[in-house]
């Protein structure tokens, strides 16, 4: 039992400890019995504020003055920001500074703890549970996905096992067959050697006969063949083959094999809550497994080459005529615009205010259609304008080829003003390809701010960073290197991926931002041709010769 309390849990006064209290000091936060009070208040060093004890406010302890002992800090001075006495303040040390009551921080202070204590109750804590959860489960897929990955390398190795022991079997074959004939030709040889020598051993016994009998009819009728015989008969010579084995490459058994991705170990921050002083960043999405088709699209045209998304499921499109057309994920007609010049245009894009901007070789226009109206926003002189995509910052970037076709170039536009120009390496060596007639280069910003162009020609993604200097190039997955690599379209989306249209082969090759491969996309493509990513990084890609647009989920 407390040895201030009774079995009652009677309140006893905090000076005498015997009798029970009636009053509470808010100054001193001390509580008073009725013979106390009178000793208490004769402290006249302080302005005590004694009240009947149920009516007494809840009151904070005043912390001691580190320079009075024995004095209690009731002000906070602001420019030091420490607690002071009120001898401190008659000191010149806070001259001049500003300051505040105690209780007034306090109460801040206090509401700014209850907030935190809130925060890390309600919505930090559990979200750790949620993770320590998330990291178990993790692990356990982990476990039964590399156990699927280990049984797939041991069954690649079967099949290379019996593969090769097929082509053992094949060889040792044909060595066998080879050997047989080989002996068929000397034991033939040898037939014709035997046959001669027998007849030889006749005649030799013959003329003996003859030359012992001395008999003249048989010595006048000997007829000799030896001329016969000094002709010796066929040699049959055999050459043993040997086996023209190639040096083992590992490497090149390694690629046929299988390879393995790099290492890939992505840490997710736990959701940081939003306020007003938060920076907020993308959620990490993971790369799906097995990403899946989720519409598709019929745009009516005979051949498609792009795609850019007003929405999640409007985008607009540009085929082989003059139209461009905005549909709908059910392949609904919503708006169609022609060219001004009544030419196809070169390529289109979304800006961040959802008017359609398109590039016009005929007259190297650059136009903007709002409102359904078209406005001619830049006209070039000496180049044509190729492939645009608009920025972040709502700029405009537009790839161009020159006139005589032997100078390409990427310039950045706010409006109608040329801001950037974007055309040699450090060393003065062009970046990008030039001449010929097939001068495809897609373009995207991506969310770094680098400027990624997909250059058909040079068959390679050639990104440089904001500032225009040569970060990398990508020309396809090294382990591919019996298939050509020709990018069409290309994009970005919230996690700084690069992703390429590989037409000629069919697919899409997804890109970390430092352009290291990540993995391909199928989903039954057929000629994929332009790119584009809505605001929920679902994928859409113009397949050129089906004329359809596939809308893609890959995160």
């Known amino acids: 039992m407390h040895p201030r309390r009774s079995a009652q849990e009677v309140l006893l006064c905090d000076l005498c400890e015997t009798v029970p209290l009636q009053s509470h000091c808010e100054l001193c936060n001390i509580n008073l019995c009725k013979a106390c009070v009178g000793e208490h208040l004769s402290d006249s060093s302080k302005r005590h504020n004694v009240v009947p004890f149920l ?46 009551e105690f209780l007034e921080k306090l109460s801040s202070k206090t509401k700014s703890l209850q907030k935190d204590l809130e925060e890390l109750e309600c919505r930090i804590y559990p979200r750790y549970e949620e993770m320590a959860s998330d990291v178990q489960t993790e692990k356990a897929e982990l476990e039964t996905k590399y156990g699927k990955l280990t049984t797939a390398a041991d069954q690649q190795g079967e099949l290379l096992h019996r593969e090769i022991t097929a082509i053992v079997n094949q060889r040792k074959s044909a060595i066998a067959e080879m050997k047989t ?9 040898t037939d014709e050697i035997t046959q001669k020598m027998a ?88 790369l799906l497994d097995e990403p899946r088709v989720t519409a598709t699209i019929d ?84 180049w044509r304008p190729r492939y645009v995509c608009c920025t972040a910052a709502n700029d405009l970037l537009v790839t161009m080829l020159s006139d005589d076709r032997k100078q390409s170039k990427v310039v950045r536009y706010s409006g109608s003003t040329e801001k950037q120009s974007i055309q040699f390496d450090d060393q003065g060596r062009p970046l990008y390809s030039s001449g010929g007639l097939c001068n495809i280069k897609y373009l995207s910003e991506n969310r770094n701010l680098d400027i990624c162009v997909a250059d058909y020609r040079a068959s390679a993604v050639v990104v440089v960073n904001q500032s225009g200097k040569l970060r990398f190039r990508y020309t396809g997955h090294p382990s591919n290197t019996g298939q050509s690599f020709k990018p069409y379209g290309i994009t970005t989306d919230s996690q700084s991926h690069i992703l390429t249209a590989d037409c000629d082969n069919q697919r899409i090759h997804i890109l970390d931002q430092d352009g290291q491969f990540l993995r391909y996309i199928h989903c039954g493509l057929f000629t994929p041709w332009g790119l584009c990513v ?22």
Request: proline share 6%.
């Open 534 to 555: 809505d605001i929920r990084d679902n994928l859409f890609v113009a397949e050129c010769n089906t004329a359809k647009v596939k809308k893609i989920q890959y995160l």
């Open 299 to 382: 745009t009516g045209y005979e051949y498609l080459y792009s795609v850019s998304c007003l929405s999640e499921d409007q985008v607009w499109t540009r085929g082989d005529n003059n139209t461009m057309k905005l549909l709908n994920l059910q392949s609904k007609l919503l708006t169609s615009i022609q060219t001004k010049s009544g030419i196809p245009p070169s390529d289109i894009a979304v800006t961040r205010d959802g008017d359609l901007v398109y590039t016009d070789t005929s007259n190297n226009a650059v136009n903007l259609i709002k409102n359904k109206q078209i406005q001619t926003v830049i006209t070039l002189q000496g």
């Open 55 to 100: 009516q007494r406010k809840a009151t904070p302890n005043y912390p001691k003055c580190p320079n009075h002992a024995e004095k209690h800090c009731e002000l906070h001075c602001e420019d030091c920001d420490i607690p002071v006495c009120i001898t401190c303040v008659s000191s010149s040390k806070h001259v001049g500074h500003k300051l505040s």
């Open 181 to 189: 004939k080989h002996l068929d030709a000397l034991n033939k040889n």
């Open 199 to 286: 007849d030889l051993k006749q005649i030799t016994s013959d003329l003996k006969s003859i030359l012992k009998s001395n008999d003249v009819s048989l010595t006048s009728t000997y007829k000799s063949r030896n001329s016969e015989f000094r002709t010796l008969p066929p040699k049959v010579r055999v050459t043993v083959p040997s086996l023209s084995a190639q040096k083992i490459n590992k490497d090149q058994l390694n690629e046929m094999f299988g390879s393995l991705p790099p290492l890939s170990i992505n840490t997710e921050p736990g959701d940081t809550m939003k306020s007003a002083e938060a920076v907020s960043s993308p959620p990490v999405k993971p």
